[in-house]
C-alpha cells in the first residue's frame, strides 16, 4: 500500500466555515484524469447558467501531467477544495475521501452532489453524499461491463443506485438503468467527453501532432497505445503478453505510460521500449487529441480513449475482454483483443465502413446536466 500523503500531493486547502448561497449550489466531486476532461464543460455550463460551481479535488491523482495540466489547458477553475488524499489500496484511499468530504458538504450544504465516472473518489463522493442526505446526481450512469472483478464496476454499480438522479450518457446506459429498476430517476443528456472533445477539437488547427515531431514520426504511420487497467498491468504474465504483442506491431507504437504501468513494469523487470513500442510521458488532453488523430490506429484499455478514437473516426483496438462502450464494437470501430496474436490481427485490419452515427450525443450534454440540476433543485 502505498503512503495516504504522497510527495506531490498538493497540501489540504483550510476549509471555511459554512458557507450559504442564494442560487442553486452544486459541488462536483473530482480526482482522477478522466473526471478532470469531464469536468470542464461542466465547470463551464455552469458558469454560463449562473450556477454556484464548487469544485473539490480529491487529490487521488496528484502527479501534474494527470491533475494540474488538465486544468489549465481546458480552463478549469482552480479547485475550491484540494483533500490532498493521494495513493493507497482500495478501502483506505475511498475510507480517507470519504472522511474528509463529510465536512467539505456539510460546510456547503449544496443542493446537488455531482459524482463522475467510476474511480474510488466517486464511490467515495456518493456514500458521503447519502449518509449526509444531500442529493446525489451520478454523470456518466448506467455504463456496464458486466465484469464483478473491476474496481471501476462496483464503483459505478453502487454510485447509480445510491443516486437521487442518474446521467446517462447513451441509449445502452439508459437500457441497464431500466433493467435494474433506476429508469425513473434516470435522464439521457449524452457524454460530456462529445462536448470536450469537439470544443477541443475544433482549436487544434490542421496542424501536425507535436508527437509527430518530437519523436520523428510520419502522419499516419504509427499507432497510440495506452495501458493502465489493474487488470492488464498488476500481473506479470498478462502484461509480458501484451508488451509483446504492441512490440511486434507493423509500426511504431507509442506508449502512453500512466505511472501505474510504469511502476509494475519496473518492479516486474518488463522493458515498455522495445521492438515497434516505445514508453513516453502521458500527454495533456489537446496533444492526445492531436496525437490519436494523426495516427493509424489506438490499442488502449482506456474507456475515454476508445470512445475519442470513435469520436474521431480512429480505428480503436480495445485491450479487454469487455467493454462499456459497446457501441464502438457495434459500428466496426472498435474490436476487442486480449491476446498477443489477436491484438496484432486486430490493429491490422481494414479500415471500418463510414459511419454518421453519433451514440454519444451532439455535444451539449452539460448544458443538459445544469439544466436538469438547476430545474430540479429543492428550493
Ligand atoms: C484510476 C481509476 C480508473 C481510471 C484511472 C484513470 C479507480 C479504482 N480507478 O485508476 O478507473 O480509469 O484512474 O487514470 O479509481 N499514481 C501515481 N501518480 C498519480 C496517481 C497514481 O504515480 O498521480 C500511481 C500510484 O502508484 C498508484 C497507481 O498509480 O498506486 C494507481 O493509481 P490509482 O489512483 O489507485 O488508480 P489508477 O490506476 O490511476
Not at 480529491?58 to 481546458?74: A, E, I, K, N, R
Request: glycine share 10%.
Amino acid at each position: 500500500m502505498g503512503p495516504l500523503f504522497p510527495t506531490g500531493a498538493r497540501a489540504i486547502l483550510p476549509i471555511p466555515a459554512r458557507i450559504d448561497s442564494a442560487t442553486v449550489r452544486v459541488i462536483s466531486v473530482v480526482g482522477a484524469r478522466p473526471q478532470f476532461v469531464k469536468l470542464a464543460p461542466i465547470a463551464r455550463a455552469a458558469a454560463d447558467a449562473g450556477v454556484d460551481h464548487i469544485i473539490v479535488h480529491t487529490g487521488q491523482h496528484y502527479d501534474p501531467m494527470l491533475s494540474d495540466v488538465f486544468f489549465s489547458d481546458l480552463g478549469i477553475p482552480a479547485p475550491d477544495v484540494h483533500l490532498g488524499i493521494g495513493s493507497a489500496g482500495h478501502g483506505p484511499q475511498t475510507g480517507a475521501i470519504l472522511a474528509a468530504l463529510d465536512g467539505v458538504f456539510d460546510t456547503y450544504a449544496p443542493d446537488w452532489v455531482l459524482a463522475y465516472g467510476d474511480t474510488n473518489s466517486t464511490l467515495a463522493a456518493a456514500v458521503s453524499a447519502v449518509k449526509l442526505h444531500y442529493p446525489l446526481a451520478h454523470l456518466e450512469a448506467g455504463l456496464r461491463s458486466f465484469n464483478r472483478r473491476m474496481p471501476e464496476e462496483h464503483n459505478r454499480v453502487l454510485t447509480d443506485h445510491a443516486a437521487d438522479l442518474c446521467l446517462a450518457p447513451s441509449e445502452v446506459a439508459m437500457g441497464h438503468l431500466a433493467s435494474e429498476g433506476l429508469a425513473d430517476r434516470s435522464v439521457l443528456v449524452g457524454d460530456v467527453m462529445t462536448d470536450v472533445l469537439m470544443l477541443v477539437r475544433s482549436g487544434l488547427g490542421g496542424g501536425a501532432s507535436g508527437l509527430v515531431s518530437e519523436l520523428g514520426l510520419t502522419e499516419g504511420g504509427y499507432y497510440v497505445a495506452t495501458i493502465h487497467r489493474a487488470e492488464n498491468t498488476d500481473d506479470p504474465a498478462r502484461l509480458r503478453e501484451i508488451v509483446a504483442g504492441l512490440s511486434l506491431l507493423d509500426r511504431p507504437v507509442v506508449l502512453l505510460a500512466h505511472p501505474r504501468v510504469i511502476a509494475r513494469a519496473r518492479e516486474h523487470g518488463i522493458s515498455l521500449t522495445t521492438g515497434s513500442l516505445l514508453a513516453h510521458g502521458p500527454l495533456a488532453y489537446p496533444d492526445l487529441i492531436a496525437a490519436v488523430q494523426s495516427s493509424a490506429g489506438v490499442v488502449t484499455d482506456s474507456g475515454g480513449l476508445q470512445k475519442e478514437a470513435f469520436l474521431l473516426r480512429v480505428p480503436c483496438t480495445t485491450v479487454r475482454a469487455e467493454t462499456e462502450w459497446v457501441e464502438t464494437v457495434e459500428l466496426g470501430w472498435n474490436v476487442l483483443a486480449e491476446s498477443s496474436e489477436l491484438i496484432a490481427a486486430a490493429v491490422t485490419r481494414e479500415r471500418p465502413p463510414a459511419t454518421d452515427s453519433t451514440p454519444y450525443g451532439d455535444g451539449r450534454a452539460a448544458t443538459r446536466v445544469i439544466d436538469t440540476l438547476a430545474g430540479s433543485a429543492r428550493r
